[in-house]
């Protein structure tokens, strides 16, 4: 046993060099937030809760077409489509209830939509004590959408579905054939 | 025969036949939007284009015949590149809306544009964004999403012969849809919507619900008509979305009618009975099955301890053979009675009755292929496309097409008396009477013709219309062709005299040799799906399950060897003799499977008082009928479309049920309910399985077993086959060896003269003859609550004579007060000139007003098998002012 390590045991040396780097970052700026009072930025391609838009004009941009249905690999998302109660040549989803306690949050039912109607957003917050209060219907989807308006097309840019509905371009777009009151036919 | 090379295979195929059936023999899909098996080529959507190795060139396979050594290519670049251009073109027009497009997910043109990759197109795009049309209630015509490949129209008037749509406007204007921009008013039969090959077409009643993807197909069998139609029952979640049929198969090859594909929401509608429910102090209660049935079991037991006979049974013909055979044996073996009686006793076995006892089988000796052979076709008392729908396509077929000459019998002129040689209109009452005078000419030498002949002859022509010429015209054809088919149907086998009419028909077939001559022959139309099962499984007091007298101590013998216990019934009785013994009070119990005899009788008769007599009466249907307002119990039973077994149809298939959905609530099928019944007594009736009680049928009745026709039909644009589901079926029709052999010795009774048949009387008093005829979009009294049915035809009308109404001064669709002694109703107008001027004819479906309030109380029972038939009445018409 050498004199250096006889020091090192009764000054605590090793403690020492273990405190050096908690005293380094005591002087560092913290990664950690204080949560719940503070909260991350977060990226525009987040996948958080998904939601449901409209157009400018209010108009719900669903036209309950199935396809995130058939396309969701959780099956959370359930359709039931109908004609619209105001428009009888639109279709609509009278029923649309996405289930957030099956969902993978995996984003293919947006990319899957034909007019856009879906879009992830920065919400991810939402719990709940029941399994039913996590089975969101169109409605609660679409107040949702509207409280997270930016997010959602902040997210549909970042995923480049943003320009294909608003470059004008014809071509490879889904065409549907005007409906009275929606202007931009999708 | 010529040698062609398909992709480098040798083919040898017919040398009238195009390059595209000679690929279908190599085994080579070809693409097709236009194309359709049962139609004339078109070659409008150029979609089938291969390449001719030789000259290079591109050619349409659907209209290009083949050349012998003819090497084809329906894979090279080139075809490719003609594909994708073609489709570049079509999708010009074509709006990307295959989402929101009930067509997206089964539509040809979509497949079609992934497989070549054309959704990016070199040309501008034109969209016509039109505006739907959505005036019809059955079909949306969407002008956008068509390419203009006219299977619709063609369909529509090469199939169906209705011809109620068609092009419109020229070139890029061009829009199907129906005439002058007004609403559609069709058969509605739905054969546009299932070939068309986009979107262009859909199903209103079901628009924008379903996603093609999503639904469960079943394949099963229509029972609505005895046509035997095979469709596709599609599902979601255990509910009816859609029917539709696969091209080309089953005897139907594709076609459905308008009840078929679309009269399926009654049976999913809230008014189904989903409990058994019992009677307590007069009220229904709903019940369990668990105490229901040992009560009923009780009932049965102390009625029909006291002796044999006690108890009858009504069945429906449109229950499965498998239910027929268990509730005839639960008739006869448990109940010990031979009071059992069918629907098909209010007109069909009129028909049955005289063929089976003529030619021992109830298989029919032709079927609707010979329809296309035969040369002559005489249709009496019959409207095939409303009765057998199959049947009246294979009819205008055979007109059109195989030029046969069809002499059309009747008062009436129904939807195919213009395609007649011949529109013989013999007034209301006569037919019987023509039948035995067409056969007397036919049949009896000049010399031992009977002796009224001539002055019947006569009154045959004076008193009931008939022209002499076109009759003189029938004779001649009749005797001269080589082949020929009758055709009879619903009014000729209600009327009174039907079943000596039907035995003179015999008669005359016998004499022309018919019966040696395959393909030529009877084909009575069933009325209602099951009528032929029904009453081959003995579901009726004459015959035992194989047509075998029920009297007979030897077949008596031979099924109680079978059943392993003693026959102890009595000698029984149809309807007929049903009702007076329950008047009697010899007959304490009725249990009745689907068959409601009230709505058959007037409400003059005392038909209800007789039932109210009853110590039991048990109904087992659908829905609440007028019988359950009397019943003491009623239990709910399963409908076609959830239960399986086998149907006959009128060519003599027996095609498999196939459940679509499960049981509606606690509802059970007939056989269940009696297979329940019996253990519940105790009686060794061992509750088996549909599938076993098929096996049993099937062993003991081997020419029973499962047929069909075009089991293995090519199914169209994407070229898959579908394998023969039935191998090494039996002969769907009536052997001719032993038919010829049976009718050789009833032949002995026709040698001299038959005795003539009256005219009938018909009762009430009045101008007008009312009769009740047999709707195209409804089938019975079950469809008045099915809701798509009800918007094709939702109220009764009368059909008069355009000018009577003219005389009487009534337009279009005022109400009118048909009245006898017996009863009025009040009646909304349709004018037509298919009538005579004397005819009033309305629909018999329709509850109010109550059509059989003009029938007398008192009931005729009819010929040989005593027969109840309400079909025509004496009225009186006044205009309401």
Redesign the interface.
């Known amino acids: 046993m050498g004199i250096k390590k006889f020091l090192n045991t009764i000054m605590f040396g090793e403690i020492m060099s273990g405190l050096k780097l908690t005293f380094r970052h005591m002087f560092k700026k913290a990664v950690t937030l204080q949560y719940p009072h503070e909260k991350l930025t977060l990226p525009d391609g987040y996948r958080g809760f998904i939601v449901h838009r409209r157009y400018e004009n209010e108009q719900e941009r669903c036209?309950?077409?199935?396809?995130c249905e058939?396309i969701c690999p959780a099956k959370a998302i359930s359709v039931?489509?109908?004609?619209h109660p105001e428009f009888?040549?639109?279709?609509?989803a009278k029923e649309y209830t996405l289930d957030f306690t099956r969902c993978i949050f995996c984003g293919f039912c947006v990319v899957a939509c034909?007019?856009n109607a879906l879009a992830m957003t920065k919400e991810y917050a939402h719990s709940s004590f029941t399994r039913e209060g996590l089975i969101y219907s169109k409605e609660q989807l679409l107040s949702l959408g509207d409280k997270c308006e930016q997010d959602s097309i902040g997210y549909l840019k970042f995923k480049n579905m943003w320009e294909a509905e608003n470059s004008g371009k014809?071509?490879?777009?889904?065409?549907?054939?005007?409906i009275p009151s929606v202007k931009s036919g999708g | 025969m010529v040698k062609v090379f398909v992709n480098g295979v040798e083919v040898e195929v017919d040398a009238t036949s195009t390059i595209l059936k000679a690929a279908e023999k190599a085994g080579v899909a070809i693409p097709t939007f236009c194309y359709h098996p049962r139609m004339d080529p078109a070659g409008s959507c150029r979609i089938c284009a291969v390449e001719l190795e030789d000259s290079k060139r591109v050619v349409m396979s659907c209209v290009t015949p083949v050349a012998e050594g003819m090497r084809i290519l329906t894979e090279s670049a080139k075809v490719a590149d003609a594909r994708k251009t073609n489709l570049e073109l079509l999708l010009l027009h074509h709006p990307l809306d295959c989402p929101v497009c009930d067509c997206g997910g089964e539509c040809p043109l979509q497949n079609m544009s992934f497989a070549y990759g054309a959704s990016d197109s070199r040309f501008e795009s034109h969209r016509n964004d039109e505006v739907e049309d959505l005036k019809s209630d059955v079909l949306v015509f969407n002008s956008n999403r068509c390419i203009l490949c006219g299977k619709c129209v063609r369909i529509c008037d090469e199939v169906q012969d209705v011809h109620a749509i068609g092009f419109i406007n020229r070139g890029f204007d061009t829009v199907i849809g129906p005439p002058l921009g007004k609403k559609l008013d069709c058969e509605f039969c739905g054969d546009c919507l299932e070939v068309c090959p986009t979107g262009a077409i859909t199903d209103k009643f079901v628009r924008y619900q379903y996603r093609p993807w999503q639904l469960e197909k079943t394949k099963t069998t229509c029972t609505y008509c005895a046509s035997g139609c095979q469709m596709n029952v599609e599902t979601e979640k255990e509910a009816i979305i859609r029917v539709t049929s696969s091209e080309g198969e089953g005897p139907n090859e594709g076609s459905i009618c308008a009840i078929g594909r679309f009269g399926f929401s009654h049976v999913q509608s809230t008014e189904r009975l989903d409990k058994p429910y019992a009677r307590s102090f007069s009220r229904l209660v709903p019940t369990e099955w668990d105490s229901v049935i040992p009560e009923i079991a009780e009932r049965i037991r102390k009625i029909a301890g006291t002796g044999p006979d006690r108890i009858a049974t009504l069945v429906s013909p449109r229950i499965t053979l498998e239910d027929a055979y268990l509730i005839q044996g639960f008739t006869r073996r448990v109940l010990r009675s031979n009071f059992i009686d069918s629907g098909a006793r209010y007109g069909f076995m009129n028909a049955a009755f005289p063929i089976a006892r003529a030619t021992g089988t109830l298989r029919p000796m032709v079927d609707h292929q010979d329809l296309l052979k035969a040369k002559v076709i005489l249709v009496i008392g019959a409207d095939p496309t409303a009765e057998s729908n199959i049947t009246g396509l294979f009819l205008k077929r055979a007109i059109r097409k195989e030029k046969a000459r069809m002499y059309y019998v009747g008062s009436e002129s129904v939807s195919i008396t213009a395609r007649a040689k011949e529109h013989i209109r013999v007034l209301p009452g006569g037919e019987g009477l023509f039948a035995w005078v067409l056969s007397e000419e036919i049949a009896g030498e000049e010399s031992s013709r009977h002796p009224e002949f001539l002055a019947k002859k006569e009154d045959l022509f004076k008193s009931f219309n008939v022209d002499p010429q076109a009759y003189t015209k029938l004779v001649q054809d009749l005797r001269e062709s080589p082949t020929g088919v009758i055709i009879t149907g619903r009014v000729f086998h209600r009327i009174q005299s039907a079943s000596d009419a039907m035995e003179s028909l015999l008669r005359m077939t016998n004499a022309l040799g018919w019966v040696e001559k395959e393909g030529c022959g009877i084909l009575p139309l069933p009325e209602v799906g099951n009528d032929l099962g029904v009453l081959m499984m003995g579901a009726t007091h004459e015959w035992l399950p194989g047509l075998l007298d029920s009297q007979d101590p030897e077949n008596k013998k031979k099924w109680e060897a079978t059943w392993g216990e003693p026959l102890s019934y009595g000698k029984g009785g149809g309807l007929k003799e049903i009702l007076e013994g329950i008047k009697s009070g010899a007959i304490k119990g009725l249990i009745s499977f689907g068959e409601n005899p009230l709505t058959h009788f007037s409400p003059n008769s005392e038909v209800r008082e007789i039932l109210s007599k009853l110590d039991l009466l048990v109904s087992v249907d659908l829905f609440q009928t007028s019988l359950s307002d009397q019943a003491h119990f009623l239990l709910p039973a399963a409908s076609s479309y959830e239960r399986s077994g086998h149907v006959v149809s009128v060519e003599g298939f027996v095609q498999a049920l196939n459940p679509a959905m499960t049981y509606w609530g606690e509802s059970l099928t007939d056989g269940e309910i009696v297979s329940r019944l019996a253990e519940c007594m105790g009686v060794p009736f061992a509750t088996r399985s549909t599938g076993e009680v098929s096996k049993e049928i099937f062993t003991l009745m081997p020419d029973l077993s499962p047929s069909t026709r075009n089991g293995d039909h090519f199914m169209g644009p994407t070229g898959n086959l579908i394998l023969p589901t039935i191998v090494n079926q039996p002969p769907h029709k009536a052997d001719r060896k032993t038919v010829m052999k049976r009718m050789a010795s009833r032949a002995e009774n026709w040698k001299s003269a038959i005795t003539p048949i009256q005219p009938e009387i018909i009762s009430g008093e009045g101008d007008f003859v009312f009769a009740l005829n047999k709707s195209l979009f409804h089938s019975g009294k079950m469809t008045l609550l099915d809701p798509s049915l009800m918007k094709m035809e939702s109220s009764a009308f009368v059909r008069i004579n355009r000018q009577t109404a003219k005389k009487l001064k009534i337009k279009k669709n005022e109400n009118v007060l048909i009245e006898n002694s017996y009863g009025s109703c009040i009646l909304p107008v349709e004018l037509t000139s298919g009538v005579t001027e004397n005819e009033l004819q309305v629909p018999y479906h329709f509850d109010s007003p109550d059509l059989m309030g003009l029938f007398p109380g008192e009931i005729n029972y009819s010929g040989t098998c005593s027969t109840v038939t309400m079909l025509r009445t004496r009225v009186t018409l006044k205009k309401i002012e």
């Open positions: 036209v309950g077409c199935d396809l058939a039931v489509g109908d004609i009888p040549e639109r279709r609509y034909p007019v014809e071509e490879g777009r889904y065409h549907f054939p005007p």
